[in-house]
Each structure stands twice: as C-alpha cells, then as structure tokens.
C-alpha cells in the first residue's frame, strides 16, 4: 500500500515563496508518475504538476509554469514542489499523488493521494 505525507503548506503573503514536501513510502517510486494537485474551495481539483521518475520529464500547469518546480529524490523516496511568486490564486488544498504508470503529460488521474496541506496566499 502506497502511503503520501505531505508538509509545508502555510500562510505566506503575495510574492513568497513555500517549498512542499511529499514522503512515499510502501512502494520504491521509481516507474512512478508523481505528481501534485491543488484543489481551491468551490472549485475542481486542478493539475499543478507532475513528473515521470524514469524519465525525469516534467509537466506544468499553465498557471504554474515559470513559478512552480517539482523535483523527486529517488534516494529518499520524496517529491517536493518549490513554489515562488506566489499569487492569490494559488491558494488551495495542495494533494501529493502517485500512479504506477507513465503521467501522459499533467494529469489528476491518480492511485494514490496524501491527504493534503493548506497552501494560503494573502495579499
């Protein structure tokens, strides 16, 4: 069983900068699609972005592109999500998830979901 802890949401004002922190545990992630999905109150769960672990090949959102870097640590089975510039906007439930699959680009289909960390942005 694929188990995801996410940490290091919190409250952070226009213009700052969070990094998230996911640990997978249960399975080796490598062969895994990793990726992290933000969900805002009232609205649909969003791909933010995504990485293939073999290929190391990345997938953005447009509104995260140039903003947001994910990164994975085979080593110690993490993923992280550097996120700067950060705007209103991206205010949300941030969700670590992983597939035991290609990604196919960014997506929201996943196995396996942590059970998130707040993300907010003030102005």
């Known amino acids: 069983q694929v188990q995801l802890v996410e940490s290091g949401g919190g409250s952070v004002q226009v213009g700052g900068s969070l990094r998230l922190s996911c640990t997978v545990s249960g399975a080796t992630i490598r062969g895994y699609c990793l990726g992290w999905v933000r969900q805002a109150p009232g609205k649909e769960r969003e791909g933010v972005a995504a990485?293939?672990?073999?290929?190391?090949?990345?997938h953005y959102g447009a509104s995260v592109k140039g903003r947001f870097t994910i990164s994975q640590d085979n080593g110690a089975n993490m993923l992280y999500l550097q996120m700067n510039s950060l705007k209103p906007e991206d205010t949300a439930m941030y969700y670590c998830?992983?597939?035991?699959?290609?990604?196919?680009?960014?997506?929201?289909?996943?196995?396996?979901w942590g059970q998130g960390t707040q993300v907010t942005v003030s102005s």
């Open positions: 990485i293939d672990i073999r290929t190391g090949t990345t």
């Open positions: 998830a992983a597939r035991s699959d290609y990604c196919f680009g960014l997506t929201t289909r996943y196995n396996y």
